[in-house]
C-alpha cells in the first residue's frame, strides 16, 4: 500500500506491506458548518462566564493574546469574530500579543499570515519577549516555589482573553487553555524552571495527561494566578478546518475542549509495533526539528525497545539556528551524554526539555530522518540516520526487523495519540 503522510504544506507517500501495516488516524470529527457564527454563538453563550460583550465597557484595556507562526491557529478566521464582539472598545485601547514563549519574534509576513493585513493594520500588535525584564511582572511564587513572572502589558490590562486551540502536547497533555500564559507570555525564569529536566523526566508529563502531569498543574496555576478574564479556544480537522469552539472561563472551557477532543484524536492499539513512520503534522509544525520532536516522541509509546522510528518533517528553519537546541545536540556525543547534562546540578539552556525528550527516545529506539531541511550532518548530530530516499529506508528497515515485523503509520503525526490501553495514563 501506498500511505500519504503530511510534509510541510503536503505530504510524502511511503510503499509499505499490506499485510502489517496498521494506519492509525484521528477519528472522524467534522468541520462546523459556519465557523464565523459557531465562534459567535460560543463568545455568546460561554462556559462560566457572562458573554464577552456584557464583560467588558468603554473605558476597559483589553489584552488579546494569540498563537505565533509555530502553530497551525486559525488566527485569522478567529480573531475577526472575537474583535467584533469587543466593538464598544475602541480600538486603541486594544492589544494583541504574539504568545512567543521562548520563541523567536515572527517577522512581517508572518505576522501578516497569522492575522491579516486588516488586524495588523487597525489595532496594536506587540511580541512577547521573555528575556526582557522591564517587561514583566512578578506574581509570587507557584506551589512548587517557582517565580510567577508575565507580560505586563498584559497583567496590567482590565480585561484579558487568551485564545489558542487544542491539541495533544508532548509534555504539557494538551495545548490550549493555560498555555498561552506558560509558556505564552512569560518570563524565561519561568518557562524553565516550569520544563526543568527532572519535570520533563515524569512519566506523567506526557502526551494526553493532566492529572498527577506536573508542568500542566503548574501552568494551570500560573494561568488563574494572572486572572484571566475569558478564553476562546478551538479544535481542528486534519485540514485546518474548525471542528469545536470552546469560550469562557479557563477551566471549564478548556476541560470541555479537552474532553471533546479526546474522542477523535486517542486511538487505541493493540499491541507494540517494531517499525513506527511519523510526522510532527506538517506546516508549521514541521518548521524545524526542534518542534519536529512531537512527532517522534508521540510514535515512541508504541515501538518496542530496540525499534525504529521513521519521522518525515521537512525542517524548513533547520534546527533551527536560533534558540538553543542545537546547541545543545552540539554539546553532547550520545543520548546518554544529553541527559548526564540537562540532569547535572546548575545546567539551564533554552530548549533543553525538547532535547532531553529527544534523547530519552534515542536511547531505547533507533531513529531515521527523511528531511530536506537538515543535511546529513544535522541529522546524525541529532542522534539520527539519514533517509534520503523512503522506499529504500523501508526496504532496509523490513530486512532488519524480518518478515513479522509490525508497522504503524501515524499520517498526522501527534494529532493522534495511539495507546496501549493497559498502560496509558489519560
Known amino acids: 500500500m501506498r500511505i500519504n503522510v503530511s510534509y510541510g504544506k503536503s505530504h510524502k507517500a511511503v510503499t509499505l506491506p499490506d499485510d502489517r501495516t496498521t494506519v492509525i488516524k484521528p477519528k472522524h470529527a467534522p468541520a462546523l458548518p459556519n465557523e464565523e457564527s459557531a465562534i459567535r454563538q460560543a463568545l455568546r453563550n460561554p462556559l462560566g462566564t457572562p458573554p464577552l460583550r456584557e464583560l467588558v465597557s468603554p473605558n476597559d484595556s483589553v489584552a488579546i493574546v494569540f498563537s505565533d507562526i509555530t502553530r497551525p491557529m486559525p488566527n485569522d478566521r478567529v480573531l475577526p469574530v472575537l474583535l467584533g464582539e469587543l466593538d464598544k472598545v475602541p ?6 500579543i504574539n504568545a512567543l514563549g521562548t520563541h523567536r519574534a515572527n517577522t512581517h509576513d508572518e505576522l501578516t499570515e497569522l492575522l491579516g493585513e486588516e488586524i495588523l493594520s487597525q489595532y496594536q500588535v506587540i511580541q512577547h519577549d521573555c528575556y526582557d525584564e522591564d517587561g514583566l511582572s512578578e506574581l509570587g511564587k507557584t506551589s512548587r516555589g517557582n517565580k510567577i513572572l508575565v507580560n505586563s502589558v498584559y497583567q496590567n490590562s482590565t480585561i484579558k482573553i487568551l485564545t489558542g486551540f487544542i491539541e495533544p502536547h508532548l509534555f504539557a497533555g494538551f495545548s490550549g487553555g493555560p498555555k498561552a500564559v506558560l509558556p505564552g507570555i512569560a518570563g524565561a525564569e519561568t518557562i524553565f524552571s516550569n520544563h526543568r529536566a527532572g519535570m520533563i523526566a515524569n512519566p506523567n508529563a506526557n502526551f494526553a495527561c493532566t492529572k498527577g502531569n506536573p508542568i500542566w498543574e503548574e501552568m494551570l496555576e500560573t494561568a488563574l494566578r494572572t486572572e484571566p478574564t475569558f478564553i476562546l479556544n478551538v479544535t481542528l480537522t486534519d485540514d485546518r478546518k474548525i471542528s469545536g469552539v470552546f469560550a469562557g472561563d479557563l477551566q471549564q472551557a478548556h476541560h470541555e475542549g479537552i474532553e471533546f ?9 493493540d499491541g507494540l509495533f517494531d517499525i513506527a513512520i511519523t510526522t510532527p503534522g506538517g506546516y508549521p509544525l514541521d518548521i524545524s526539528m526542534y518542534q519536529s520532536v512531537k512527532g517522534i516522541k508521540v510514535a ?7 525499534g525504529a522510528i521513521l519521522l518525515l518533517s521537512e525542517c524548513l528553519e533547520g534546527l533551527p539556528d536560533y534558540g538553543e537546541y542545537g546547541e545543545i545536540m552540539r554539546l553532547a556525543e550520545t543520548p546518554d551524554d544529553l541527559l548526564t547534562m540537562v540532569h547535572s546540578k546548575g545546567f539551564s539552556m533554552q530548549d533543553q526539555w525538547d532535547a532531553q525528550i529527544h534523547a530519552q527516545i534515542c536511547k531505547r529506539l533507533a531513529l531515521y530522518i527523511y528531511s530536506e531541511g537538515l543535511t546529513d550532518n544535522e541529522i546524525r548530530q541529532v542522534f539520527a540516520n539519514p ?3 523512503l522506499d529504500k529506508t523501508m526496504e532496509a528497515l523490513l530486512e532488519k526487523y524480518g518478515p513479522n515485523a509490525r508497522i504503524a503509520v501515524l499520517p498526522s503525526g501527534p494529532l493522534t495519540v495511539p495507546y496501549l490501553p493497559k498502560t496509558f495514563a489519560k
Open 261 to 269: 477532543l479526546k474522542r477523535s484524536a486517542l486511538v487505541a492499539v
Open 91 to 96: 480600538k486603541d485601547q486594544i492589544v494583541l
Open 387 to 389: 533517509s534520503r530516499d
Open 300 to 306: 515512541s509509546g508504541i515501538v518496542r525497545d530496540g
